[in-house]
């Protein structure tokens, strides 16, 4: 591998999958067991909280139950190891990147284990369930945290660091994503835009953009990952 100097990474549910947490469009994804409409929007917060926050406080209250995989470690392993400029952003929401050992990460669709307070617009740590009772450990009043997740529709963490990474990095590689959802999906084309950097899939089959991609490497992220940080650190 060519000694690179700035890598961005995106990771999508794909390299939490061994770790047992579903996917989205795979047979057992999350979508299938509800509409995405029914509970990732703002809109049906503010039509049913309950079944919103039930949603999320389920998937919140499994992370206890799943471990990080070699692929999360692998990347751990990098950001410990590459003295260049590094960047993984995440589409996940669980916490297994900061449980790998990552460091030098970006929650780009935020986080189960984070509330936000519509009252005082604080965001707090929070692994418990939320729900109507739940007290904002800022101003301290009940009745105003929300999961603090991106719905779509709304604007994803973190854009301007993003953007500004994918235009000076030399390498950008994707590991477990379908490329579905923007502006996610639309990161390697802002990478071919600046014209310079490398860029690889690490996926179990194709992905919607793997055309895209100068390289593409299929099969499961826990055996590709480990393989591909030991060539970068080699
Ligand atoms: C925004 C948090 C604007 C929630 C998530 C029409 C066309 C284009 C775009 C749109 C459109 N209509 C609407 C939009 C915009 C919309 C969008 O893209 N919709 C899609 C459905 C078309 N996007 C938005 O709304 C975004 N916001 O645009 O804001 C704006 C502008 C100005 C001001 C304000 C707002 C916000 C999107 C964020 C939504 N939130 N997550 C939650 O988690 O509950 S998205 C969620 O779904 C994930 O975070 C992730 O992004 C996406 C799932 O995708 P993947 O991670 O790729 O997972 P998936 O299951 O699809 O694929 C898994 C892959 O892994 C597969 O390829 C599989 O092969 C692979 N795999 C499986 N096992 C393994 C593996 N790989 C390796 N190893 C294995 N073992």
């Not at 050992?101 to 965001?123: P, S, T, V, Y």
């Amino acid at each position: 591998m060519a000694k690179y100097r700035s890598i961005v990474i995106l990771t999508g549910a794909g390299i939490s999958a061994e770790s047992g947490v579903p996917t989205f469009r795979g047979p057992d994804g999350l979508w299938e067991g509800h509409r995405v409409e029914d509970v990732a929007t703002p809109e049906a917060f503010a039509r049913d909280p309950a079944l919103v926050q039930q949603f999320y406080n389920q998937r919140r209250a499994g992370l206890a139950r799943v471990a990080p995989n070699p692929a999360h470690v692998a990347l751990a392993r990098l950001d410990a190891a590459f003295d260049g400029e590094l960047l993984i952003v995440t589409q996940n929401v669980d916490d297994l990147h900061e449980r790998g050992g990552a460091r030098r990460l970006l929650h780009m669709h935020g986080e189960l284990n984070k509330a936000w307070c519509l009252a005082c617009d604080a965001r707090s740590g929070w692994t418990a369930d939320l729900d109507d009772d739940s007290r904002c450990p800022s101003c301290g009043r009940a009745g105003h945290l929300r999961p603090d997740i991106v719905w779509f529709g709304e604007m994803p963490y973190g854009m301007e660091t993003i953007e500004a990474a994918l235009a000076r990095c030399d390498l950008f590689v994707s590991i477990g994503t379908s490329g579905n959802v923007y502006p996610a999906a639309g990161f390697i084309s802002t990478v071919r835009y600046h014209g310079r950097a490398h860029s690889l899939e690490l996926n179990l089959e194709p992905s919607g953009g793997t055309g895209w991609f100068r390289e593409a490497r299929h099969g499961p992220a826990s055996q590709l990952v480990p393989a591909w940080v030991d060539e970068v650190l080699d």
